[in-house]
């Protein structure tokens, strides 16, 4: 699989395709050092082997954000050190840390605009994004990534929404001014030699919101300013936030934040028209920078025939990554079987949004990291019988099936459906032995198979085919 | 061209492959009743030949709506078969009517949602559309328009945000039984050979709203039912919707509301992914109920290769229409030169939005609808001398230049672009002699080239061009 042929960024030669985006964890304390938590956080990941992993943005100006990572000044340095030589260490996967700056905002909704910025405040940023880019080489990573995405100050100045009078806003080339005075600033101070990538938005998907027609021309423009990677996101604004009383706004929780993490409502790679239209106009000027695809990339080949087709360079995967951290070994070592698969519910989502540690709903309880295993023997059905059912009742389809055991634990029970006669596919997982499921229409049989899991990935056999038809 | 070429439905004879969606005009009285500047409108789109006109919603109900037709009683069939039979008089377009059943919204903001219906209630509404139904045939219309599209009562149904407890909601099936049972009643009353086309959203643009995962089933369902074409809109929800004070709620006012008619900061064609998808759909399930595309179709090109691809079978335009409904006549005449050309600066929606009679900013001041003209002279250059210049001030690009005159009236001046070598086109029309393109990046050689142009759309000779590139 070419997923799995390495891929050399300016030097940086990465083991694969995959790349772990930057995911909040709120793991961290307000002090914004890494921690203990963090650092297994990172570990765990780099124990998949993912060609590349991008740690969660750190800001670059210091000031009260809660439990985010900071890298505004030298004292960040030693714990950052720290969790990139063990990941080193332990794993090939390259590091590179995500640099961010964000405005204030307050828990009555307030919040600061790139409107409320002077020139010289826009200047001073570019300073501590490059001075934080210093340190972040200097901590030892292989990379950095720039957030110029969702609702922080560089994508704010991007936006189409940004009505700045002056030279650092209105037109496309004035929005692109201040981004553009950060990357000179972060090259000028890493040097030529070390990868700097950027993450935008392909669309921001708020009204008055800019589309691909903007989008393309400032991804040509990260390119001709030399960013050594280009990975694209979607969404994840303030403008259209819900907010909640008593609680500062959050700018994953309206539309462009279903967006940014498309849902089990969406299709399959929901954003990839966004990261193949730039790749082409890229390419159709001239510029091959390597361009990563995000949003539901939920099966190796899907993530495959992206690079086949050369739509993009790299596939970034953070959801199905945090379910399963070992994605990267098992999908390599022929053992997709094994997969713990991701069902896009968006709980994690949920817990960032309600400023809690993030986790994974499929983890055991109370567990903060995904769970390594050795167990090779996979559970057995209890009575050796799935016995399986299907039963319509009112225009769902309810499920139930016999408990299985396993020698150590059964994490989960997957559910696998198929609608008219296709192939059987991961419709989600549960943990109990219960399930109904809304996505139905009368008139296509439907047939349903659980398996259950353990947590080192291992399956039991299928259950019987539970077969139904809604009248 | 295939754009030109009849298309029939079930007996009705389109004359060429455009069609007017359905548009609301507000310039009805709160009567409901047809009067004489309805008339007018579509006589003037009919005047223009465009395959079908499908005119505006009018509700299956009654109540009150403010400026809204309805035919919720055989008190309206009169007024609107005189407008019919006017039409067929003067132009070979067919005429349908669109019909639509809302909930109540009040100036607080609060509104009615399907939460709130009995599911008696939902039979009545069956039954108010399959009489309504009846009533458009009786008017001497060649067919109906069901619309589920939007934020109005059918489209709430089928909305993924529809989570009744009951046989109506939550599962995609029950989502889908209420719209089912209207389309039953509906061919009940009109019978077999009377063509019922049906309007959805193929995506909602809302958080938690369906995608084409569902569309694609809904879609199905209704080709199954005997839909004898289905077109496909997006967006215009209620759930995004802006509320301002003192003004009930109106669903085009959010990110949703863009989606629904996507501005100049859209792709040209910005939702034929979703009408493309859901033709394959309904193909690959053995069925060949014609899709009518829409949204920022802009080109005659564009038109022509989205059915020569066979991604739609209708091309709807309503802006494009609305600026000049004389656009099929002209272009079936090869005289595409002639073109008024729309902007896609939602004039006319802003104007929806406060609900003010819906214009095009490009006519006439005070005109209420599309000029007509005779006139055969194009308009000419003041002195001979068109006298462009583009500069760059504060990075954006300053357009000045001389007046034109015309025997009648010069009606504006159309802008045309070239960036980066490109071929011109249409960037945007204006009624003064002064324009500032924000839509610059530096580097990129621009070229501009302005015609003035009067109401038949006689065009002056291009002026000079004025290059300009930013630094």
């Known amino acids: 699989m070419k997923l799995f042929e390495p891929f050399t960024i300016k030097g940086m030669t990465l083991p694969n395709r995959v790349i772990v985006p930057a995911m909040v964890t709120r793991l961290s304390g307000e002090d914004g050092h890494v921690n203990r938590d963090v650092r297994e956080r990172y570990l765990r990941f780099a124990a998949g082997e993912p060609g590349l992993i991008v740690v969660e943005a750190m800001s670059v100006h210091g000031g009260r954000s809660g439990p985010l990572l900071k890298i505004s000044g030298d004292e960040f340095i030693p714990g950052q050190a720290e969790m990139v030589r063990a990941i080193h260490?332990?794993?090939?996967?390259?590091?590179?840390?995500?640099?961010?700056h964000f405005?204030?905002?307050?828990?009555?909704?307030?919040?600061?605009?790139?409107?409320?910025l002077s020139a010289d405040d826009i200047r001073t940023i570019a300073r501590q994004y490059a001075e934080s880019a210093g340190r972040v080489r200097r901590a030892g990573y292989d990379a950095v990534e720039l957030h110029m995405a969702h609702a922080y100050t560089l994508s704010s100045l991007l936006s189409l929404r940004n009505r700045r009078?002056?030279?650092?806003?209105?037109?496309?080339?004035n929005r692109m001014r201040g981004p553009g005075e950060v990357i000179s600033a972060v090259r000028s101070e890493v040097g030529e030699d070390f990868p700097v990538g950027i993450r935008f938005n392909g669309e921001e998907c708020i009204k008055d919101g800019y589309t691909l027609v903007d989008s393309s021309r400032i991804a040509l423009r990260m390119a001709e300013m030399g960013a050594d990677w280009i990975s694209i996101s979607a969404g994840g604004k303030f403008e259209d936030a819900i907010h909640r009383k008593g609680q500062p706004l959050y700018p994953y929780t309206g539309y462009s934040g279903d967006r940014c993490m498309p849902s089990v409502n969406y299709p399959d790679g929901a954003n990839l028209y966004m990261s193949s239209a730039i790749k082409s106009f890229l390419a159709a000027h001239g510029h091959g920078t390597p361009v990563v695809a995000t949003g539901k990339i939920r099966t190796p080949d899907l993530a495959e025939s992206i690079l086949q087709r050369g739509e993009a360079d790299l596939i970034g995967m953070a959801r199905a990554m945090l379910a399963d951290p070992d994605w990267p070994r098992k999908?390599?070592?022929?053992?997709?079987?094994?997969?713990?698969?991701c069902v896009y519910g968006n709980v994690c989502k949920a817990l960032d949004e309600n400023f809690r540690k993030v986790r994974c709903v499929l983890w055991p309880k109370g567990a903060l990291q995904a769970p390594l295993s050795c167990d090779d023997a996979p559970p057995r059905w209890v009575y050796?019988?799935?016995?399986?059912?299907?039963?319509?009742?009112?225009?769902?389809?309810?499920?139930?099936?016999?408990?299985?055991e396993d020698d150590v634990a059964v994490y989960g029970y997957e559910i696998h459906r198929s609608a008219d006669g296709e192939p059987f596919d991961h419709l989600t997982s549960v943990k109990g032995v219960f399930y109904v499921d809304d996505d139905v229409v009368a008139g296509v049989p439907y047939r349903y198979q659980v398996m259950a899991y353990d947590t080192a990935g291992n399956h039991t056999r299928p259950s019987n085919t539970a077969s139904v038809r809604l009248t």
């Open 384 to 404: 050796d019988d799935p016995n399986l059912t299907a039963v319509v009742v009112e225009g769902r389809v309810q499920l139930k099936w016999n408990h299985a």
């Open 331 to 341: 999908v390599r070592d022929g053992r997709e079987d094994r997969l713990v698969r």
């Open 165 to 173: 009078p002056d030279l650092y806003g209105r037109s496309l080339e």
């Open 103 to 116: 405005l204030k905002i307050s828990r009555s909704g307030w919040r600061q605009t790139v409107a409320d």
């Open 89 to 100: 260490q332990t794993s090939p996967s390259r590091v590179a840390a995500q640099i961010i």
